[in-house]
């Protein structure tokens, strides 16, 4: 598909939209799941902090903000890769390829909203957190984005927005960045590249039509995707564990974590020996599950010295 016959067909969305689908487009337009995931994360990073859950206003604050910046950042990138979006069979129904909004909306919307991310945490968190939320937006809308049609090292970029959440929450609470906040952020960044990575393997095809240079799309055996999918695996062990040297936790956690890890570790080795769509699909539900395994078990190790 030409891309600038794409650029002329998505300069104009449909002229007649009920509400409902406006509003249901608006909605696609933020990757609720995605937007979900960073929002979690910087309520646990937030909670984590010392008498984190006293500061309730805080915390109503964490995540109104977060959704607004996590929301408007990923709507900004869809507006950037519109054109190429529209070239992949994954992103192309995608709000701004499919012509439900108009390049102008999805962009004014973005705005508005990490604007209004910042204006909420600034107003209600603090200076620390919200300038580590600038640093996401402007690393994933201006430099992960555009980087990402350059070289596969865009990858490793797009890890560090994705990894700031719990540090955001941590700061928010607490003004500074500490050792905390560090280990929180080195988790989610170690975490995030198998993620990518498996998911770059199941649509490798696709991104190479959208113009993407991704590792995947120049390893065609898989092997040494894989083994920097297990380099990343094996460093993300101790990043694991470092909560519980750190004090912030108990022995369950410790348990749990190594558990957490085995469990994500074992289909990193199954791609390793079966470079498949289908093991590459085992490996990025595993990864989807670590986060909220991991961050529970801060929770179960609060419950477990209650009892």
Known sequence: MNTSRTAAQSSSAPLSQSWRSQVAAYWALTKPGLTGMSVGTAVAGALLAPEGWQHIDRIIAIVLGTILVGGGAVALNQYAEREFDALMNRTRRRPLPACLLRPGQGLLFGLLMVLGGLLVLAALTTAVATSLAGITIAVYVLIYTPLKRRTHLATAVGGIPGALPPAIGWTAITGTISIEAYALFLVMFLWQMPHFLALGWIYRQDYSRGGYRLLTAVDPTGKVTSRIILVFLWALLPASVLPFFLGMTGVTFLLGAVLAWVLYVVPGYGF??????????????????????????????YVVKLL
């Open 272 to 301: 390793l020996q079966n470079s498949s769509e289908k093991q590459a699909r085992v490996l990025f539900v595993s990864s989807l599950l670590y986060v909220p395994f991991f961050f529970g078990l801060f929770a179960l190790d």
